[in-house]
């Protein structure tokens, strides 16, 4: 990741001994999710929606519509919260409150922009087609984005400003 701070000291997890200290491990779980959730807010109305995505290693890439409340909402306040989690086996113990499930965890604090530069939404479109299809060639294995298409979805970066992840495994 390139910063410099170490995003993980900004956020305090409750259970420390759960917790994912090492960044590029961080960063590995944020390569290898499918779905985020990504947390906008406005008027003290917060507002969730799942998304595909991509992290290149620096920041995280995501895409809508050119209208919706996503947009409407980084546009009137970019702080954003994102999460990425995997669910383990589920717990069942001989308390209910002892019942449990296992589980890995990234949450993720910054700051979501729109990219307006056609070249950088260009690579942070091809980025997400080159995730979730890797085997796939664009002007290969299908038809390149066109200009138009590029200037009809609204390309979003979100500059990281801190991470935590935590993680709970029986053995």
Same mark, same amino acid.
């Given at each position: 990741m390139?910063?410099?701070?170490s995003?993980? *000291?900004?956020?305090?997890?409750?259970? /420390?001994?759960?917790a994912?200290?090492?960044?590029a491990e961080?960063?590995e779980?944020?390569?290898?999710?499918?779905?985020?959730?990504?947390?906008?807010? +406005?008027?003290?109305?917060p507002?969730i929606?799942?998304n595909t995505?991509?992290?290149d290693? *620096?920041?995280i890439?995501?895409h809508?519509?050119?209208?919706?409340?996503?947009l409407?909402?980084?546009?009137?306040?970019?702080?954003v919260?994102l *999460?990425?989690?995997?669910r383990g086996?589920w717990l069942?113990a001989k308390? /209910?409150l002892a019942?449990s499930?296992e589980?890995t965890?990234?949450?993720v604090f910054?700051r979501a922009?729109?990219l /307006?530069?056609? /070249?950088a @939404?260009e690579?942070a479109?091809?980025?997400?087609?080159? @995730?979730y299809?890797?085997g796939? *060639?664009?002007? +290969?294995?299908y038809?390149?984005i066109?200009?138009?298409e590029r200037?009809?979805t609204?390309?979003f970066a979100i500059?990281?400003e801190a991470?935590?992840?935590?993680r @709970? +495994? @029986?053995e």
């Open positions: 390139a910063t410099s701070f995003p993980h *000291e900004l956020v305090v997890i409750r259970r /420390a001994d759960r994912i200290t090492d960044d961080i960063a779980l944020l390569r290898q999710a499918d779905v985020c959730r990504i947390a906008t807010s +406005v008027n003290d109305q507002f929606s799942a995505f991509w992290y290693g *620096e920041r890439y995501f809508t519509a050119t209208q919706g409340r996503t409407t909402n980084v546009q009137q306040n970019p702080r919260c *999460e990425v989690d995997w086996r069942p308390t /209910a019942f499930v589980y965890g990234v949450v910054g922009y729109v /307006a530069d056609p /070249a @939404k690579r479109l091809q980025g997400l087609l080159d @995730k299809f890797p796939l *060639e664009p002007g +290969v294995d038809r390149p066109t200009p138009q200037d009809e609204a390309v500059h990281i991470w935590s992840a935590k @709970k +495994v @029986k």
